[in-house]
């Protein structure tokens, strides 16, 4: 016989089942947000409908290529979506099983047959019928919006995927067809069709175009909070160090350096160093955000050019950005084809001229910049390749070569001035703790700058290899030849390795040997006299080098995928061989290294 203890007690196992249903509100918003993304998605999947299906003579290699790394972005967060959106959904049909199993529930059926009972817990009952529509009507609610989702997101893989087909094949015969003939010779004198509304189909070309950037800044914030903050850091760091020498006293210490590009208030140097750097925050990028990036730059560059550089050299430059402009706008226009490549034709002769007149203007004036003289003879070269290609009708080549002597020119001008901000940054921070520990302030700065300038170097040509690639339409192509290059297994025996994890392995070695070479520099120890005499700093300093040794070495090991437990057993063996006879051989090693980091022995 049940008790009323045993009713109250179903009666309260049902409120607990029912109260799960709440459950299904935390989702929701996320699922909102979900749909607002899948608009901004929708719009941006007709825009390249259109573009793609428009045959439309004016789309290029570069609009294609950016539509395929748009639609893979669309594509993956869709798919992310859809793994999310089955997660909520395995949740709801956990939860509608629960419930519905509730009407198993012979205890509670007898409730609701037996006249007696359903008075005896009627206020219960109550709430029970209250809860359960609460509940049936947030599961239907839930239920529809997962499902309608769902079938957003699957339309939209599915033409994500035809539309991705669709592109790379339009890629592929432009990219078969770039070194044929593509159009008529220029000579060859066609009819000109003029839209039927000029203004139009401008304001069409912008909006899309606009539309289509909008969405792709909009989906890599992340990236471009991280960059701004990287820039930031390097703006307080110099900052820092300024003040820290104004509050001592040390500034007039700094005339001997002759900083060029560092200063109190350094916000030119930060851009600069924030916009060289953003090529890497996105490897993958569409040909717009390596666009932006050198418009951002050569803006940046005309601000600071107007009192540090000659005025024929600041006019030279001026009319170098004016051409860029030129040419970055022109496709917006909306003129007919024929009509549009007359316009690149004179752009191109125009900027194949003024790189000429530069390149013998100024030979010997710069004769101490060869890199940007060769960049100079590149980018007169490209252009004049343009110049062919368009008269030949290879227009794609022609569009390739343009853009890429352009952008190879601004970039490699940034990164002079990159090299420059970064060198003497450090310099800064060496003569700042310098004087803040009250060391000697002059040091022989030139061979350290040098030490310092070839990494930033490296690290210059690495930047300027991916932007100069991603304009020739290569980046792609090349970054999956070098990564089967090295992600290829190789084997010795049982001995199993990737040429990228030896190259990894070794690079992160080189970095750690780098950094406890040069860490010292950052608290004034540059090895003269001065800082002999601070032994507690030299101990940390030798112990932080140690420190970086291991560290670099045991991270290169953990992310290279070298086999450890190969290794295990040499250090092990090795090991062995110290205990067995290799004592005094190990000690006197451990003292040679003790006397170069801690130098307590100086000639006088």
Same mark, same amino acid.
């Given at each position: 016989?049940l008790?009323r203890?045993?009713?109250?007690?179903?009666?309260?196992r049902?409120?607990?089942? $029912?109260?799960?249903?709440?459950?299904?509100e935390?989702?929701?918003?996320?699922?909102n947000?979900?749909?607002?993304?899948?608009?901004?998605?929708?719009?941006?999947?007709?825009?390249?409908?259109?573009?793609?299906n428009?045959?439309? !003579?004016?789309?290029?290699?570069?609009n294609v290529?950016?539509?395929?790394?748009l639609?893979?972005q669309?594509h993956?967060d869709?798919?992310?979506?859809?793994?999310?959106l089955?997660?909520?959904?395995?949740?709801?049909d956990?939860?509608?099983? &629960?419930?519905?199993? +509730?009407?198993?529930?012979?205890?509670?059926r007898?409730i609701?047959?037996?006249?007696?009972l359903r008075?005896?817990f009627?206020p219960?009952?109550?709430q029970?019928r209250?809860?359960w529509?609460?509940?049936d009507s947030l599961l239907?609610?839930v239920? *529809?919006?997962?499902d309608?989702? $769902?079938?957003?997101?699957?339309?939209?893989?599915?033409?994500?995927d035809e539309? &991705?087909l669709?592109?790379?094949? *339009?890629?592929?015969?432009?990219?078969?067809?770039?070194?044929?003939?593509?159009?008529?010779? +220029?000579?060859?004198?066609g009819?000109?069709?003029f839209?039927?509304?000029?203004? @139009?189909?401008?304001?069409n070309?912008?909006?899309?175009?606009?539309?289509?950037? &909008?969405?792709?800044?909009?989906h890599?914030?992340n990236?471009l909070?991280?960059?701004?903050?990287t820039?930031?850091?390097?703006?307080?760091w110099?900052?820092?160090n300024? !003040?820290?020498?104004?509050?001592?006293?040390g500034?007039?210490?700094?005339?001997?350096?002759?900083f060029?590009?560092?200063?109190k208030?350094p916000?030119f140097? =930060?851009?600069?160093?924030?916009?060289?750097?953003?090529p890497l925050?996105?490897?993958?990028?569409? /040909?717009?955000y390596?666009? =932006?990036?050198e /418009? /951002?730059l050569m803006i940046t560059?005309?601000?600071?050019?107007?009192?540090?550089?000659?005025?024929k050299?600041?006019?030279?430059? *001026?009319?170098?950005?004016?051409l860029f402009?030129?040419?970055s706008?022109?496709?917006?226009?909306g003129?007919?084809?024929?009509l549009g490549?007359? #316009?690149?034709?004179?752009?191109n002769?125009?900027? =194949?001229?003024l790189?000429?007149?530069?390149?013998? !203007?100024?030979r010997?004036q710069y004769?101490?910049?060869?890199?940007?003289?060769l960049?100079g003879?590149?980018?007169?070269?490209?252009?004049? #390749?343009a110049?062919l290609c368009?008269?030949?009708g290879r227009?794609?080549?022609?569009?390739?070569?343009?853009t890429?002597?352009?952008?190879?020119?601004?970039?490699?001008?940034?990164?002079i001035?990159f090299?420059?901000?970064?060198?003497e940054?450090?310099?800064l921070?060496i &003569?700042s703790?310098?004087?803040?520990?009250?060391?000697?302030?002059?040091?022989?700065?030139?061979?350290?700058a040098?030490?310092?300038?070839?990494?930033?170097v490296?690290?210059?040509?690495?930047?300027?290899?991916?932007v100069f690639?991603t304009?020739?339409?290569?980046?792609?192509?090349l970054? /999956?030849k070098?990564?089967?290059?090295?992600?290829?297994?190789?084997?010795?025996?049982?001995?199993?390795?990737?040429?990228?994890?030896?190259?990894l392995?070794l690079?992160?070695?080189?970095?750690?040997n780098?950094?406890q070479?040069y860490i010292?520099?950052?608290?004034?120890?540059?090895?003269?006299?001065?800082?002999?005499?601070d032994k507690?700093q030299r101990?940390?300093l030798?112990?932080t080098?140690?420190?970086?040794?291991v560290?670099?070495?045991? $991270?290169?090991?953990a992310?290279? @995928?070298?086999?450890t437990d190969r290794?295990?057993v040499?250090?092990?063996?090795? =090991?062995v @061989?110290?205990?067995l006879?290799?004592?005094?051989?190990?000690?006197?090693?451990?003292?040679? *290294? $003790?006397?170069i980091?801690?130098?307590?022995?100086?000639? @006088?």
């Amino acid at each position: 016989t049940l008790t009323r203890n045993d009713y109250l007690m179903s009666i309260e196992r049902m409120f607990r089942t $029912l109260n799960k249903a709440s459950q299904l509100e935390q989702p929701v918003p996320e699922i909102n947000a979900m749909n607002q993304r899948l608009d901004e998605d929708d719009s941006a999947i007709s825009i390249i409908k259109d573009r793609l299906n428009s045959n439309n !003579r004016g789309l290029n290699i570069r609009n294609v290529q950016m539509f395929i790394i748009l639609l893979g972005q669309i594509h993956n967060d869709t798919r992310t979506f859809a793994s999310e959106l089955h997660l909520y959904d395995s949740t709801l049909d956990s939860i509608k099983k &629960q419930i519905f199993d +509730l009407r198993k529930d012979t205890v509670i059926r007898h409730i609701f047959r037996d006249t007696a009972l359903r008075a005896s817990f009627k206020p219960q009952l109550q709430q029970l019928r209250g809860k359960w529509t609460k509940a049936d009507s947030l599961l239907k609610n839930v239920n *529809i919006l997962i499902d309608n989702t $769902l079938a957003r997101t699957s339309d939209n893989l599915i033409s994500t995927d035809e539309l &991705q087909l669709q592109a790379l094949g *339009i890629a592929k015969i432009t990219g078969s067809r770039a070194f044929g003939k593509e159009r008529k010779y +220029l000579w060859e004198q066609g009819k000109v069709n003029f839209p039927k509304s000029f203004s @139009g189909e401008f304001r069409n070309k912008v909006s899309s175009e606009k539309k289509i950037t &909008q969405y792709y800044y909009s989906h890599t914030h992340n990236q471009l909070l991280m960059l701004l903050v990287t820039g930031l850091i390097f703006f307080l760091w110099i900052f820092y160090n300024f !003040r820290s020498l104004e509050k001592r006293g040390g500034l007039e210490s700094l005339k001997s350096f002759k900083f060029h590009y560092v200063n109190k208030i350094p916000l030119f140097a =930060s851009i600069i160093f924030m916009l060289n750097l953003a090529p890497l925050f996105d490897l993958d990028a569409p /040909f717009v955000y390596i666009e =932006s990036i050198e /418009f /951002f730059l050569m803006i940046t560059l005309t601000v600071s050019f107007w009192k540090r550089i000659p005025r024929k050299v600041f006019l030279v430059w *001026i009319i170098f950005v004016l051409l860029f402009l030129s040419q970055s706008f022109s496709r917006y226009l909306g003129l007919p084809f024929y009509l549009g490549r007359w #316009l690149s034709l004179i752009i191109n002769c125009a900027s =194949s001229l003024l790189g000429i007149y530069t390149l013998r !203007r100024f030979r010997k004036q710069y004769s101490d910049h060869k890199v940007l003289y060769l960049t100079g003879i590149l980018y007169t070269l490209f252009n004049l #390749l343009a110049v062919l290609c368009n008269l030949f009708g290879r227009v794609t080549l022609m569009q390739v070569f343009s853009t890429s002597g352009t952008y190879a020119f601004i970039q490699t001008v940034a990164l002079i001035v990159f090299i420059g901000s970064v060198t003497e940054a450090f310099l800064l921070q060496i &003569q700042s703790s310098r004087v803040r520990k009250d060391y000697k302030e002059y040091f022989d700065h030139v061979e350290i700058a040098k030490g310092i300038s070839r990494l930033v170097v490296l690290f210059a040509i690495v930047i300027w290899l991916v932007v100069f690639t991603t304009n020739m339409n290569l980046y792609n192509l090349l970054s /999956f030849k070098i990564s089967k290059l090295l992600s290829t297994s190789h084997a010795i025996g049982s001995f199993s390795f990737t040429l990228g994890g030896i190259i990894l392995f070794l690079a992160i070695m080189w970095a750690a040997n780098f950094l406890q070479k040069y860490i010292a520099y950052f608290f004034g120890d540059v090895g003269d006299d001065s800082s002999f005499s601070d032994k507690s700093q030299r101990a940390r300093l030798m112990i932080t080098r140690l420190v970086l040794l291991v560290a670099g070495f045991l $991270l290169g090991v953990a992310l290279s @995928g070298l086999p450890t437990d190969r290794i295990t057993v040499v250090l092990g063996a090795f =090991s062995v @061989g110290i205990g067995l006879g290799l004592q005094s051989l190990v000690n006197n090693f451990v003292s040679g *290294i $003790l006397l170069i980091f801690d130098r307590p022995l100086r000639i @006088g």
